[in-house]
């Protein structure tokens, strides 16, 4: 009687956990898995006369693709992989320091710099980019300053170009590295610190060997809640950008709206989409061999 009540007792509580999860699992099957699989298939439809979608399956959105990989797509995809990764390591490098400062600061102090964090959320993103433009501007004030104190030649533009497109990414994307980063700081035993350094452990070492990998939950956390959005944002690069900007999100779009070819346009967001979940599945296996790794004596 007492093993079968261990059982009853064990299976309620699955179906308990289960009736718990259902709405999030149901939530993100209708939101995420139903429009994924809707996507996938769309790429294996032939492209109709009027711009749509065909009634026939097809490999022709493929064909297309690799029919104009070293022409258009592959240096469209390497600058895009270039900005994504440029801009994810900037804002971990400049998040970090930052969300240390928040974490060890006076409490009044913390919830008035989280709160400064959060201000940018309240606003557009057209926004932050209208005010960059006017920023930039060949006109603008900062550079006139610049060709006053000589920094810059006439021929310098500070809008149009690759530079101001990371620029204006690194502003917005900013926030999604610093509130991880402060949440994992936030929990981080600064004692291990002091215990470093009273073993003989340098300041650079101890932030290396003891610091880096206790946050390393919150770095990486940060570079997917960055690199993702970034990689498919085509706002930045098409208004802040020039000829040579665009992104992949760029062509998706321009596929889709311009040129009415929904089945390569898919195409492309199938193959985003599997490349984000090969970076998520990298940083899933580093996890789990870091905390075998951890756990192992």
Known sequence: MTHFSKNTQKTQKIWKEWLLTLPSLLMLITLVGI???IILLTSFRERSD?????AEWSLDAFRNIFASWNN?????IKRTLIYTTLTTILCILLGLP?????????PWIR????????????????????????VLHSDGALRNFLLWIGCISEQTKLLGNSSSVILVMVHIFLPFAILPLYATIQKFDFQLLESAR???ASRCQTFLRVFLPGISPGIIAAGLLVFIPVLGCYVVPDLMGGMNTDMLSNK?????LSDRN???AAALASGMLLSLCFAWLICRSFMTFRNRKEVSP
Request: proline share 7%.
């Open 98 to 106: 930052v969300a240390f400062m928040i974490a060890r600061a006076k």
């Open 50 to 54: 009027l711009g749509g979608v065909g």
């Open 252 to 256: 998706i779009v321009q596929r889709t």
């Open 111 to 134: 919830n008035l710099l989280t709160l400064l964090v959060l201000i940018p959320f309240w606003t557009n993103m057209l926004v932050h980019i209208s005010a960059w433009k006017m």
């Open 72 to 76: 258009i797509f592959y240096p469209i």
């Open 35 to 37: 429009p994924m699989l």
């Open 198 to 200: 009273d073993l003989g």
């Open 262 to 264: 929904i089945p390569e």
